[in-house]
């Protein structure tokens, strides 16, 4: 077990084109969060998975964002049509559940820039 | 509305000197409290958590943290510094309302260990 692996690392693409995102987290996790980080700022919550379940959504979340989790393990995050706001680091972090004092383990984050 | 504040953008400490990051956070009900550590273009590291007992806890790397619930704090000390203490350091609190468990984070307190 090697922790959570994000793919890729970096990604520069131009403004409307799109992109997606792949987050393998520790392996039995059934929890999985999506977060995003801008320069200067903490994470924030985008979106949870419980399981295959998409149980919670951000309303940062614009509906040019889709994740899914299909079979309960990796995870993808999909951008359409991205904008240069969309420029951020987007970490993926997993928990097991039933812990009642979870702890959130994140991946090295996934750097994108939108030009 | 809960939330978590870093009143300091950056702390400078001397190396071997003792060290505080502070943390402030309001909370309904009783606080679930982490600290992470994030290196240059790395994702976050667990260093620690509060979710009940004793208010002193010790985490990764010789840090702990003070829980002081009179005060809403959760500030984040290591006796002796070490240059490669140097990162950008966040606080969280789960958010306690539903049951995603999501984190919400202050803005980071950069730590400069200076020889």
């Known amino acids: 077990d090697t922790g959570v692996s994000q793919n890729p690392r970096h990604k520069i693409t131009k403004r409307g084109q799109n992109v997606t995102f792949r987050c393998d987290p520790i392996?039995?996790?059934?929890?999985l969060y999506w977060y995003r980080q801008t320069l200067g700022q903490g994470p924030e919550f985008l979106t949870y998975f419980q399981n295959e379940a998409q149980l919670e959504k951000s309303r940062l979340l614009s509906d040019r964002f889709s994740a899914e989790r299909p079979k309960g393990s990796f995870s993808t995050l999909e951008i359409q049509r991205t904008e240069q706001g969309d420029s951020a680091m987007y970490l993926c972090?997993?928990?097991?559940?039933?812990?009642?004092?979870?702890?959130?383990?994140f991946g090295p984050g996934t750097r994108l820039l939108v030009l | 509305a809960q939330s978590v504040a870093q009143p300091e953008d950056q702390v400078n400490v001397a190396e071997g000197n003792p060290l505080t990051v502070k943390c402030t956070y309001s909370?309904?009900?009783?606080?679930?409290l982490f600290w992470y550590v994030q290196y240059p273009n790395r994702g976050l590291q667990f260093l620690l958590k509060?979710?009940?007992?004793?208010?002193l806890v010790k985490g990764s790397y010789g840090f702990e943290a003070e829980f002081n619930k009179s005060q809403t704090s959760f500030h984040l000390k290591k006796p002796s510094a070490l240059l490669s203490d140097s990162a950008l350091y966040f606080c969280?609190?789960?958010?306690?309302?539903?049951?995603?468990?999501?984190?919400?984070f202050g803005t980071g307190t950069l730590l400069a260990v200076q020889p």
């Open positions: 909370v309904s009900g009783n606080p679930y």
């Open positions: 509060y979710i009940t007992g004793d208010n």
């Open positions: 972090a997993s928990s097991y559940l039933p812990s009642g004092e979870e702890t959130q383990y």
């Open positions: 969280a609190v789960r958010d306690m309302r539903g049951a995603t468990n999501k984190l919400i």
């Open positions: 392996s039995e996790h059934n929890r």
